[in-house]
């Protein structure tokens, strides 16, 4: 007889789980929140200089120029004296110092030996810090204490919002600051977010336009382009930018330096520096980079946006 305690047969099949030991699992590269799209940096035309030095040659401002005497005849008379004048240059004018944004890689010999398949670890490493790199430049070339746009603006270029959030009238007001030949606002994506809220309920919402293969809201057809580096305040308020750019235009130019040694982009470079006695191997990543508002017209800003109270933390990219 059998035993009726006996379990029925039962069919076993392999378990995922033990299948996954034999598989192969596609991996991507390791994924970072925060890179942006860097917008200024593709914006900006960026002016190449030797010896890393940028001098910035203006005219004399004073009654002299404005008095200058400057004929203008039906005929001209050759008995007669012309007029003399001629225009006066600043004695010392400033120069911009290209400053480097600079970082070091450790990689541990046996890691990168061992672990190189299917990324190359050491790619991957440079990869990654370039983009933090790259996002500090970008940070930099607004809030710079030296060269920063915000740094650099002209007190007499900076006016305040009517209150609250920015509103149509706020940026008409600063397009009459910078009103030969703006290129583009410059905000952070919350304050373009709130001016378009501010439009809608106006009934006049902001058309868009493609640009980079990408969609920006514009207001008298001046693209609103979007940074994370304008910081929010903890009073939840910000700045708005309005940027005449180029040389040819007297506006905004970024400066960068062509063909450093280990160039790997312009003004990028990445150098081998050895390995030492724990076998870790070193690499400096290193970006040279300034910006230079050629004329005080250049570059307008609109203060004290509110967007509402936000904690932004923003990402260390010391």
Not at 87 to 116: F, G, H, I
């Amino acid at each position: 007889m059998p035993d009726e305690t006996e379990e029925p047969h039962v069919r076993r099949t392999l378990s995922e789980a033990a299948a996954r030991q034999l598989a192969n699992a596609t991996k991507t590269r390791a994924q970072w929140s925060g890179i942006t799209p860097r917008w200024l940096v593709s914006f900006l035309p960026w002016t190449p200089v030797e010896a890393g030095i940028y001098r910035l040659n203006k005219v004399r401002e004073d009654d002299s120029l404005a008095d200058a005497d400057v004929a203008c005849s039906p005929r001209r008379d050759i008995d007669s004296d012309l007029p003399l004048t001629f225009v006066d240059y600043e004695a010392t004018p400033r120069e911009y110092s290209l400053n480097a944004v600079s970082t070091v890689l450790d990689v541990q010999t046996r890691v990168s030996d061992l672990y190189s398949h299917p990324y190359d670890q050491i790619q991957e490493q440079v990869r990654l810090l370039v983009e933090k790199v790259k996002e500090k430049q970008e940070a930099e070339l607004i809030n710079n204490r030296e060269y920063g746009l915000l740094t650099n603006a002209h007190p007499s270029m900076k006016i305040s919002t009517r209150g609250g959030a920015p509103t149509p009238d706020d940026l008409d007001e600063l397009i009459t600051k910078v009103w030969k030949e703006p290129a583009f606002f410059l905000a952070h994506p919350r304050a373009i977010a709130a001016f378009g809220r501010e439009c809608t309920r106006r009934g006049v919402p902001p058309p868009t336009v493609t640009l980079f293969g990408s969609p920006f809201i514009t207001w008298r057809g001046l693209p609103l382009i979007p940074s994370d580096k304008l910081y929010i305040d903890e009073a939840g308020k910000t700045n708005i930018l309005l940027l005449r750019t180029g040389e040819k235009k007297q506006g905004v130019v970024g400066l960068f330096q062509p063909g450093i040694p280990g160039e790997v982009a312009p003004s990028l470079s990445v150098r081998f520096m050895g390995i030492n006695r724990k076998a870790v191997a070193s690499y400096l990543i290193s970006l040279y980079c300034s910006a230079a508002v050629l004329t005080d017209d250049a570059l307008g800003v609109l203060e004290g946006v509110e967007v509402g109270k936000y904690h932004q933390y923003p990402f260390n990219y010391a």
